[in-house]
């Protein structure tokens, strides 16, 4: 986004508003975080590389970032798996606003996922944070049916952190995904 209105923030305070309360993760950070267009341009490969499923942790409120990723998933034929009552909400929220058209390949785990060849899905989850009954963290302890432990090509699979998955986490970190130590 742009630069704050303050001018619009005090119109807002003229006309009663009290109190604006807001969150933000790594706010004691200095600088500025990726555009999103910078994040869609440096997931692509990483939608086009990927041999096996795809596994994204996200905000369930990073609408943009949501959207990006049902796109991405369209372009290469993917369907999105989304596991997380928040994300499911949000998304259907979301396209009630005009901000996400439906989209037609995506499942939500409340209403069951279908059978579908794992190099051919990306799984949208909650859990950037680590908390403990997110579904990233119930994937990542195999406790949760869309563990990709069979899933060869997956990079969550069999516990490898290929190339790809290193760079979309320096990424989506702001980080510089060309640098590829630690891969």
């Not at 990483?46 to 499923?53: H, L, M, S």
């Not at 596991?83 to 979301?94: C, D, F, P, Q, V």
């Not at 009630?96 to 989209?103: A, D, F, S, T």
């Not at 995904?177 to 590829?180: A, E, K, N, R, Y």
């Given at each position: 986004?742009?630069?704050?209105d303050?001018?619009r923030?005090?119109?807002?305070g003229?006309e009663?508003v009290?109190?604006?309360?807001a969150?933000?993760?790594n706010?004691e ?7 999103e267009?910078?994040v869609?341009?440096d997931?692509?490969p ?8 795809i596994?994204?942790?996200l905000?369930?409120?990073h609408?943009?970032r ?11 034929g993917?369907?999105?798996?989304v ?12 396209v ?8 037609h390949?995506?499942y ?7 059978e579908l060849d ?19 963290a ?14 060869a090509?997956s990079p969550?699979?069999h516990g ?15 980080g510089d995904?060309?640098?590829?130590a630690?891969?």
């Open positions: 986004g742009g630069m704050i303050l001018a923030l005090g119109e807002l003229n009663g009290l109190a604006l309360l969150d933000s993760t706010v950070q200095n600088g500025r975080s990726q555009p267009r910078k869609r341009d997931l692509d990483i939608f086009q590389e990927a041999k096996g499923r596994v994204i942790a905000f369930s409120s609408i943009r949501i959207k990006t990723v049902i796109e991405l998933a369209q372009k290469y993917r369907s999105v798996l596991s997380g009552r928040s994300l499911s909400t949000n998304i259907e929220k979301a009630e606003l005009g901000l996400i058209e439906k989209p390949n995506v939500s785990e409340a209403l069951g996922f279908p794992p190099a051919q899905t990306v799984i949208l989850a909650t859990g950037t944070q680590g908390e403990a009954l997110s579904a990233l119930r994937i990542a302890r195999g406790e949760h049916r869309l563990h990709p432990r069979a899933d090509g969550a699979g490898g952190r290929p190339a790809c998955c290193a760079r979309a986490q320096r990424t989506l970190s702001g995904p060309s640098d590829q630690g891969a």
